[in-house]
């Protein structure tokens, strides 16, 4: 159902850093910009990255994102605890005319 | 602070309707749109639908259209998510969020998803 691919999981040490990687398509990733979030245990989603690369207010500098082609990535530098957490990706897709989101990518801090 | 509070758990059974609120406070309600999107049991998000809370303007998903409804009730600055004809796999956490409207860098007119509600479980089941 998700247009866009994630890694289902990631792991890394405390202080490491991780990336996660999205992947889509000419339709979405290939022409829009990619936003970023993070979901903690039964919680809604909080933003993380706007357009690609813009941190809200609020969100540490530890996180960064990128966009080259179909593909985006998050990175998090820094690992700490409280990182665990699932994050999606989220474009727009022309296809489908309509918002699409990744399948999800879940962080495990060792 | 911007706060979306949507209601509480549904139980209903296959062909049900249900009707999931999402109240808005801390900002001005008319001056952003509403999105809808939906969590299945370890499935990714997927988008429902939008809603213009000045003039109930909507715009749904293909996946959703004929069965899904938003409206908005300005005076409650509430906004509402009807889905009809339940079956199982309706069974998900429904969010609602508030939309950013921004130039995307294609130069089209977006919207990106700001602040979001706690979301609603609602089960599907006979």
């Known amino acids: 159902q998700s247009v866009l691919t994630q890694p289902p999981s990631v792991s890394g040490a405390p202080g490491q850093r991780v990336t996660i990687s999205c992947t889509g398509s000419s339709s979405n990733i290939g022409a829009y910009d990619v936003h970023w979030f ?8 909080k933003l993380l990255i706007y357009a690609n690369a813009n941190r809200p207010s609020g969100v540490p500098d530890r996180f960064s994102g990128s966009k080259s082609g179909t593909s985006a990535s998050l990175a998090i530098t820094g690992l700490q605890a409280d990182d665990e957490a699932e994050y999606f990706c ?3 897709d022309s296809g489908l005319s309509g918002y699409v989101f990744g399948t999800g990518t879940k962080v495990t801090v060792l | ?45 997927e988008w429902m639908g939008v809603i213009n809370p000045i003039n109930g303007r909507t715009n749904y998903a293909q996946n959703f259209q004929g ?22 796999e309706d069974s998900a956490i429904y969010y609602c969020a508030r939309g950013i409207y921004y130039y995307d860098s294609s130069g089209d007119n977006l919207y990106y998803f700001d602040f979001w509600g706690q979301g609603s479980l609602v089960s599907v089941s006979s």
């Open chain 1, 90 to 92: 989220q474009s727009y």
């Open chain 2, 67 to 88: 069965r899904v409804t938003l409206t908005g009730d300005t005076s409650k600055t509430t906004v509402y998510m009807e889905l009809s004809s339940l079956t199982s």
């Open chain 2, 1 to 45: 602070q911007v706060h979306l509070v949507q209601s509480g758990e549904e139980v209903k059974k296959p062909g049900d309707s249900v009707k999931v609120s999402c109240k808005a406070s801390g900002y001005l309600f008319i001056s952003y749109y509403i999105f809808w999107v939906r969590q299945a049991p370890g499935q990714g998000l």
């Open chain 1, 38 to 45: 993070q979901q903690l245990q039964r919680t809604g989603p």
